[in-house]
């Protein structure tokens, strides 16, 4: 029997990638001893695998297909096949930005301060990119973790991934500049991707994955309207694309099912009780597929 050996990312992306595999149809268990989760899918074999690793492994073909951020494919200079965009990540839904930062109280203001400075990351190669860009020399270091409490003391300055800015206010960093601006990607390995029983079984497990975060944030939400209120409740009632109608056996009356966003149903329903809506059901979505 065939199989996709799939990477899924170990670390920070763990939890999320694995929420949102069961959103799209997956059970995903995960032992705390084992690198190698049970799917309830058996033509899908599972490792776990650290995300700054994952492009390399996928390009070397030791794994079919992986789930990474474009950071660590652009740091690896890995040569994969992306299948899409997925926009999720450990925190928010927004991307991740790998920033170039400096004590709040030092001289450094810009790129150009950086000459003759030492920098610590773990992305050596981006940041190396991004020096050559402007034309400073500078030592690039890689740090094992806690970049943040590396400057003054150990680095002059760090090139640090952050969603929210959060860790390094607390740090007392001020973000100087952004390098790049990253989100996770569903990658595969090229020759893999010839294989078009392969190429389809990702392709599936890709329009799951991708239904499943257009879900997030959003609910359905049915009611029944008179005959006489339809119209008024219609052009007040959002929507993807429409309301699905349905008449009802009892006479002069239809069922509306619409999606709408979460944030929008508390202004709504009192909306709609006031145009004479009854019956109203809120229900949560698991997939969205246009």
Not at 53 to 73: F, H, K, P, S
């Amino acid at each position: 029997m065939k199989q996709i050996k799939l990477g899924l990312p170990k670390g920070s992306l763990q939890d999320a990638t694995i929420n949102l595999f069961a959103k799209a149809g997956y059970k995903i268990t995960v032992s705390s001893r084992s690198y190698f989760p049970a799917i309830d899918d058996s033509e899908i074999s599972c490792m776990l695998i650290r995300a700054q690793e994952m492009a390399r492994y996928v390009q070397d073909g030791v794994l079919d297909a992986g789930i990474t951020g474009l950071d660590w494919v652009l740091e690896n200079r890995a040569d994969v096949q992306e299948i899409t965009e997925l926009m999720y990540s450990k925190a928010t839904t927004k991307p991740v930005r790998w920033v170039l930062a400096a004590p709040e109280n030092s001289n450094i203001k810009s790129v150009k301060d950086l000459q003759g400075k030492r920098i610590a990351t773990e992305v050596v190669n981006l940041t190396a990119d991004y020096l050559r860009k402007h034309n400073v020399t500078a030592k690039v270091e890689f740090s094992w973790g806690a970049t943040e409490v590396k400057p003054p003391h150990l680095a002059d300055a760090i090139v640090e991934v952050t969603e929210t800015g959060s860790s390094l206010r607390a740090n007392k960093l001020a973000i100087i500049d952004e390098l790049l601006v990253s989100t996770t990607r569903f990658i595969m390995n090229k020759e893999a991707y010839k294989d078009e029983w392969k190429k389809s079984k990702i392709e599936t497990i890709s329009m799951l994955l991708k239904s499943a975060i257009e879900s997030e944030n959003k609910v359905g939400l049915m009611c029944n309207v008179k005959e006489e209120n339809l119209d008024a409740i219609l052009k007040s009632l959002p929507s993807m694309k429409s309301p699905t109608i349905n008449k009802l056996a009892s006479g002069g009356w239809y069922a509306l099912n619409t999606i709408i966003e979460e944030s929008q149903v508390r202004n709504i329903i009192i909306s709609l009780k006031k145009l004479g809506a009854v019956d109203l059901v809120e229900y949560p979505l698991n997939k969205v597929i246009p």
